[in-house]
């Protein structure tokens, strides 16, 4: 087992949520600008302060981004916080882009997937190239869900070892972003050439808190006894939601749906409902130790002027979100200052 860095081991997860992802990086700017005015150092990025980054979904994007090197076997971080909110803002529209051809042949996403994959994978062969699982700087967990083996899948880079659990980077990316009805999903092959057939880890773990707290435990060890996991009270998770969703179903509809009317709903309703449970479960884990501040999730539910859509990426809804993340960053000031002083304890 590893010995953290710091007083503590400092996790960091990312919820799913498309173009909401926007909310949590504004949040991380401002986190990051935080360190650097504690620490005194402008070249501070976020990966200097987290053991382990946890994303899924567009979540699993940013985790990727804010471990991604200059180039591999360089320490540095190449993305600073803003250049990784940046992703979203700046090619949200090509990601989210139901081009005429490919609405007509879906019948508007009926019988196919709603966008093709071509600007998804376009932007994330820019932003990684050929980079490997195993270059990433720190120990990371991005899921995503084996459809033919029927089971739970954890890209994780510190298990990394062989070209049998290595991957491209871009490709982890595109496997846990591969919704179901918004993109087809991705086969994606291991450096040993081992194929896996993946679709998004929202459905089972849109908020990866839990999988990182568990994780984290497989890879460091106690304070004072170097055999043993270390637990809540020597870990500080912070977890940041993409925005709880203001659409609601009535029943008058709902009891006369069929597979067809419930297959978007029942995404929406899964992905917040299982993020929920894991801020239920995170926050006892930590109270039950009396350590309530080492775990702070940060949430907040979409105005009225934010289209709850995880793929409404119009200029106006996107610049909502952006303004909603730096309102929500305003009103936790203080609990962020707080967390600077466990990161960097």
């Known amino acids: 087992m590893k010995q953290p860095s710091g007083k503590y081991v400092r996790i960091l997860s990312i919820d799913g949520g498309g173009i909401r992802s926007i909310i949590p990086g504004q949040i991380l700017c401002v986190l990051e600008e935080k360190l650097k005015a504690k620490t005194g150092r402008s070249e501070t990025r976020l990966v200097d302060y987290f053991d382990l980054i946890a994303g899924s979904g567009s979540g699993g994007i940013m985790a990727c981004a804010y471990l991604s090197p200059i180039k591999p076997q360089n320490q540095t971080a190449r993305f600073s916080a803003v250049q990784v909110a940046d992703i979203f803002l700046r090619y949200g529209k090509k990601i989210y882009e139901e081009t005429f051809d490919h609405k007509l042949l879906s019948v508007g996403g009926l019988i196919d997937e709603k966008y093709s994959s071509y600007g998804m994978e376009k932007l994330l062969k820019e932003y990684f190239d050929d980079l490997q699982l195993s270059h990433l700087l720190k120990p990371c967990l991005v899921p995503a ?201």
Request: aromatic share 8%; net charge negative.
């Open 145 to 345: 869900y084996d459809i033919t083996r029927r089971q739970a899948h954890f890209f994780t880079q510190h298990t990394a070892l062989r070209p049998s659990e290595d991957f491209l980077v871009r490709d982890i990316a595109r496997a846990t972003t591969a919704s179901p009805t918004y993109f087809e999903c991705k086969r994606v092959q291991s450096l040993s050439g081992v194929s896996y057939p993946m679709i998004d880890g929202g459905v089972f773990a849109n908020n990866p808190a839990l999988c990182a707290y568990a994780e984290a435990r497989k890879i460091y060890a106690h304070p004072g006894k170097p055999d043993k996991g270390v637990t809540a009270n020597g870990m500080v998770v912070l977890s940041l939601g993409t925005g709880k969703s203001k659409l609601h179903y009535e029943f008058d509809e709902a009891k006369n749906w069929g597979v067809a009317s419930w297959s978007r709903p029942l995404i929406d309703i899964m992905a917040s409902s299982s993020s929920e449970v894991v801020d239920y479960q995170l926050s006892e884990i930590f109270s039950a130790v009396d350590v309530p501040s080492q775990y702070l999730r940060i949430d907040t539910k979409l105005g009225i002027d934010v289209d709850p859509a995880m793929d409404k990426a119009s200029v106006d809804n996107m610049q909502a979100l952006k303004e909603l993340g730096q309102y929500v960053a305003e009103e936790v000031d203080d609990q962020l200052t707080a967390l600077v002083d466990l990161l960097t304890a």
